[in-house]
C-alpha cells in the first residue's frame, strides 16, 4: 500500500521560508520520480517540480530560481525548499510519485 505523508506547511509572511518534507512508503522509492504539485483555492492542482531517480530537475515557470527540489533515497523522503515566498504560493502542497498521492499540506504566504 503506498502512502505518501507531507509535512512542513505553515503560515509566513512574504519573503520567507518554509521546506515542505514527503514521508513515501510502499514504493521502491528510488526507483520513482517524485513530485511536488499545489492546488489554490478556485484553482486546479498544478505540477510544480519534478525530480527524476537519476535527480534530474525541473520546475514550473514561477518558481524558478525560488525552489530546489531535493530527496533522500536513504529515508525515501523528497522535499521542497521554498525561498522568496509570495502570496500568490499559498496553496496545499501535495506530494505524487506518478500515481498516488498524499493529503496534502497547507502553505499560506500572508502578511
Known amino acids: 500500500q503506498v502512502q505518501l505523508v507531507e509535512s512542513g506547511g505553515g503560515l509566513v509572511q512574504p519573503g520567507g521560508s518554509l521546506r515542505l518534507s514527503c514521508a513515501a512508503s510502499?514504493?521502491?522509492?528510488?526507483?520513482?520520480?517524485m513530485y511536488w504539485y499545489r492546488q489554490a483555492p478556485g484553482k486546479q492542482r498544478e505540477w510544480v517540480a519534478v525530480i527524476t531517480r537519476r535527480r534530474n530537475t525541473n520546475y514550473r515557470d514561477s518558481v524558478k530560481g525560488r525552489f530546489t527540489i531535493s530527496r533522500d533515497d536513504a529515508k525515501k523522503a523528497v522535499y521542497l525548499q521554498m525561498n522568496s515566498l509570495k502570496p500568490e504560493d499559498t496553496a496545499v502542497y501535495y506530494c505524487?510519485?506518478?500515481?498516488?498521492w498524499g493529503q496534502g499540506t497547507q502553505v499560506t504566504v500572508s502578511s
Open positions: 510502499g514504493i521502491t522509492f528510488s526507483l520513482s520520480d
Open positions: 505524487n510519485d506518478g500515481t498516488s
